[in-house]
């Protein structure tokens, strides 16, 4: 019983370096989030899907794009990492989120950039 | 925009003591979550609240909610060492841009023995 699983866990960058981070849910929920977690900042959204094929921008989409081919992953990606990128990187799912079902939440990948 | 505020943003307390978090938040919303994390790990969902009124309880938490106020409350009763960690309200929003949830800074508790 996987639910959320984030790859990879760690990972340090050079400014300008490029990355891409996956995401994975086995529940087969609709939505997807990404979100960056930085201290004292709480979480905050960079980007989300609604289904396969749909990527929208949150509150920090900014230096990040993200894909979903596929109903079950969604990447986000890095084109050239900043050192403000330096963040603790949480992917989520849920069934919905209107309808109040819960989100879930993978382990997280610490990155960071020098 | 919404904004979502919680108090305190630190809590040190003693075992055996009650206390309470509060989350603020600025627009409409009907949906409320709770979530705890523990330091390094990921977020572990408490509880999710739908209407004006909602009150959940597990264990020594029990959290509540008010729309009309916009206020969201965990309530800890009698507080454990184990209960240590960093407790985030977030609320869902749709329309602005953006789907999803919004949350607070997080409370990070500390229950000394």
């Known amino acids: 019983n996987a639910g959320v699983t984030q790859t990879p866990k760690f990972r340090v960058l050079k400014t300008g370096q490029s990355m891409t981070l996956l995401c994975a849910q086995d529940m087969n929920h609709e939505y997807m989030y990404w979100y960056r977690q930085d201290p004292g900042m709480g979480l905050r959204l960079i980007h989300y899907?609604?289904?396969?094929?749909?990527?929208a921008k949150g509150e920090v989409p900014d230096g990040y794009n993200v894909s979903r081919l596929k109903k079950q992953n969604f990447l986000l990606g890095l084109e050239s990492a900043a050192p403000s990128q330096t963040s603790v990187y949480f992917c989520a799912s849920s069934l919905y989120l209107d309808r109040g079902t819960e989100a879930f939440f993978g382990q997280g990948t610490r990155l960071t950039v020098v | 925009e919404l904004k979502v505020e919680q108090n305190p943003l630190f809590l040190s307390m003693q075992e055996g003591k009650n206390y309470t978090i509060y989350c603020n938040y600025s627009t409409t919303s009907d949906r409320l979550y709770w979530y705890r994390q523990d330091p390094g790990k990921s977020l572990e969902s408490l509880f999710v609240?739908?209407?004006?009124?909602a009150v959940k309880q597990e264990g020594r938490l029990m959290a509540s909610l008010d729309t009309k106020a916009r206020l969201s409350t965990l309530h800890i009763t009698a507080a454990v060492h184990d209960l240590s960690a960093t407790y985030f309200c977030?609320?869902?929003?749709?329309?602005?841009?953006?789907?999803?949830?919004?949350f607070g800074k997080g409370t990070h508790l500390i229950i000394q023995p």
């Open positions: 899907s609604v289904g396969e094929g749909t990527t």
């Open positions: 609240l739908l209407s004006n009124g």
């Open positions: 977030a609320v869902f929003h749709s329309g602005g841009g953006a789907d999803g949830l919004t």
